[in-house]
Each structure stands twice: as C-alpha cells, then as structure tokens.
C-alpha cells in the first residue's frame, strides 16, 4: 500500500503562491504517474496536473496552464505543485494521487493511491 502525504496548504491572496509537497511512502512500479486532483465544496474531484516518472510527460488542466507547475523529485519520492497568480476559483483541497499506469489520464478513477488533502484558501 503506498502511503501519499500532502503538505504546503494554507491561506493567501489573490495573485499569490503557495506550493504544495506530496511525499509517497515508496517509489516503485506503482508510483509510475503522480498527479494533482482539487475538490472544492459542491464540486467534483478535479484534475490539476500529473507527471510520468522521468518527468519527460506532463498533462495540466487548461485553467492552471501558464500558472502551476508540477515536478518530481524521485530521489526524495516527492512531488510538487508550484502554484502561482493564484485566484478564488483555486479554493480547493488539493490531493496527491499515484498510479502505475503510464499513462497520463486526467480521470480520478485510473488512479489508486490518494493522500489525505490539503488545504488551499485564496481570498480575494
């Protein structure tokens, strides 16, 4: 069972940053992709970005593209969410996610390891 915790959540203002960690227990076949999802309250779960495990494949949603910037640090087995220009509509509990397959699918039920969330609140 891999093991994925978020850090890094918190409040700002609009235009600001933040950047968000996610540390998984282990890197193996099963932490081939990891990925971003955000939810905020009435919504559904909804992708952010993800990333292979070379870092040579990246996919965004187009509403963070130019803004966020996803990256992975396999000696530390931790990936990152470089989140900047933010605004309102980013509120959200931002949650890590890992999968072994490959592929780059922006749909929350390829993946099957999910961190606990954390946290975004940007004010206006």
């Known amino acids: 069972q891999v093991q994925l915790a978020e850090s890094g959540g918190g409040l700002v203002q609009a235009g600001g940053s933040l950047r968000l960690s996610c540390a998984a227990s282990?890197?193996?076949?099963?932490?081939?992709?990891l990925g971003w999802f955000r939810q905020a309250p009435g919504n559904e779960r909804e992708f952010v970005a993800a990333i292979n495990w070379r870092g040579g494949n990246i996919n965004y949603v187009d509403s963070v593209k130019g803004r966020f910037t996803i990256s992975r640090d396999n000696a530390k087995n931790t990936v990152y969410l470089q989140m900047n220009s933010l605004k309102p509509e980013d509120t959200a509990v931002y949650y890590c996610?890992?999968?072994?397959?490959?592929?780059?699918?922006?749909?929350?039920?390829?993946?099957?390891?999910w961190g606990q969330g954390t946290q975004v609140t940007v004010s206006s």
């Open positions: 282990e890197r193996t076949l099963r932490t081939t992709v």
């Open positions: 996610a890992a999968k072994s397959d490959p592929r780059l699918l922006p749909t929350a039920r390829s993946y099957n390891y």
